[in-house]
C-alpha cells in the first residue's frame, strides 16, 4: 500500500466522521424548529387564558402567536409578541367564541398544530345579581358600623 493510499484511507475516515457530524447537526436543528403550544384543555369562562409552550431555541426567537377565529387562519384576530425567554404567556381581552392559536418565526409557521380555545363568558344576569347581593352586604355593613357609632357617641 501506497503512502497515498494510506493518506486516501485516513481522508475517507475523516471525510465519513465530518458527515455524521454534519448529519447529526442537522437532525438536531430540524428537531428545534417546530413548537409545541398548549392551552386550556376545558371552557374558559373569563376573557384570558394561558398559552404554555416548550422551551423555544434562540433561532425561533422573535416568535409570535397568532389568535384566529377559523382554523384556515383566512383572519388572524390578534398577533401577540413573545418578547424574552418565557415558558407560558397570558392572552386577554377575547369575547365569547372559538379560537385557534399558532405560533410563526419570520412569517413561517413554527408551531406542531393549532390549538383550540372555548371562551364562554358568565350570562350577564349572573354577574348583576352577584353584584347586588355584593352591595347589599356593602350597605348592611356601612349601616351597623354608622349605628354603632352614634350608639357610642350617645353613651358617652
Known sequence: MTSFQVWLKGYNKTLFALLCIL??????????TTVRLSGPQTEVRAGYFVIEFEHVPAALRPLYLQVSTSNSFDTI?????????????TLTGFESGHYFIRATHEDTVVSETAINVT????????????????ALLFLLL??????????AVNND
Request: include cysteine; charge should be negative.
Open 23 to 32: 448529519t447529526s447537526c442537522s437532525i438536531a436543528a430540524q428537531e428545534q
Open 77 to 89: 384576530v390578534q398577533t401577540v409578541p413573545v418578547m424574552g425567554d418565557f415558558e407560558q404567556v
Open 119 to 134: 371562551v364562554s363568558h358568565y350570562p350577564v344576569w349572573q354577574a348583576l345579581t352577584l353584584f347586588c347581593i355584593g
Open 142 to 151: 356601612l349601616i351597623t358600623l354608622i349605628s354603632g357609632h352614634k350608639k
